[in-house]
């Protein structure tokens, strides 16, 4: 079945660490979405891609770095910058145009210890 | 720029009680899409409904209904006799057809449906 993996569902993370977190989707979509969600909030957009090897700036970039180097795959590194990083982060894909909506995948929880 | 409020933070009802979450969006574009999506305890936000900003006719799934206006632009979702399942965060959004490829989602409504 076609889908959005993300692994791992739980992260835990030392202070001063940088993680990454994994993206992968087998629909073919062009465009992959990274967001952050804290309790109670709303999602946040860190990250998109439209094209491989082509991505943007979301609106809360800062900390975080990402990579488009193959079109199923769409990673999330969450730098030692990022000051705040405990978060549940939720990973999308499109078709070309989100018209037709996100898909989404299951999430990573991630804590800093 | 677009914009989607959903005033309502959190609802807790009583199972078979029928509830409507608000949403309210703002865009200049005047083509565009509007969807509903649930996050239940899993985390995994599920897709509900797609409407186009041509299409105001209002749309029942079971006991799910949404109703969208154009003249007041509020795409709102009603649930009808409420079970404790319907327990989620929804989430309304906004795309539009030009710029960034994007959605724009509220902040989410908690909503409780208690046995």
């Known amino acids: 079945d076609g889908g959005i993996t993300q692994s791992p569902k739980y992260l835990f993370r030392k202070e001063g660490q940088n993680v990454t977190l994994s993206c992968e989707q087998n629909l073919n979509h062009d465009a992959m979405y990274w967001y952050r969600q804290d309790p109670g909030q709303g999602l946040r957009l860190i990250y998109y891609?439209?094209?491989?090897?082509?991505?943007q700036k979301g609106d809360i970039a800062e900390g975080y770095s990402v990579s488009r180097e193959k079109k199923e795959s769409f990673p999330l590194t969450v730098t030692s910058a990022q000051k705040n990083p405990t978060a549940f982060y939720l990973c999308?894909?499109?078709?070309?145009?989100?018209?037709?909506?996100?898909?989404f995948g299951s999430g990573t929880r991630l804590t800093v210890v | 720029a677009q914009k989607v409020t959903q005033a309502q933070t959190e609802i807790s009802v009583v199972e078979k009680e029928d509830v409507t979450l608000d949403c309210v969006y703002e865009t200049r574009d005047t083509t565009y899409y509007l969807f509903w999506y649930k996050q239940p305890p899993s985390g995994e936000l599920v897709f509900l409904i797609r409407r186009n900003s041509f299409d105001e006719q209002n749309e029942i799934s079971g006991r799910y209904s949404w109703n969208f206006q154009k003249s007041t632009s509020s795409f709102n979702f009603t649930i009808t006799a409420s079970q404790v399942v319907d327990s989620a965060v929804y989430f309304c959004?906004?795309?539009?057809?030009?710029?960034?490829?994007?959605?724009?989602f509220g902040q989410g409504t908690r909503l409780t449906i208690n046995p």
């Open positions: 891609s439209q094209i491989v090897n082509d991505f």
């Open positions: 959004a906004l795309s539009e057809t030009g710029g960034a490829q994007k959605l724009v």
């Open positions: 999308a894909s499109s078709r070309g145009s989100t018209a037709y909506g996100y898909t």
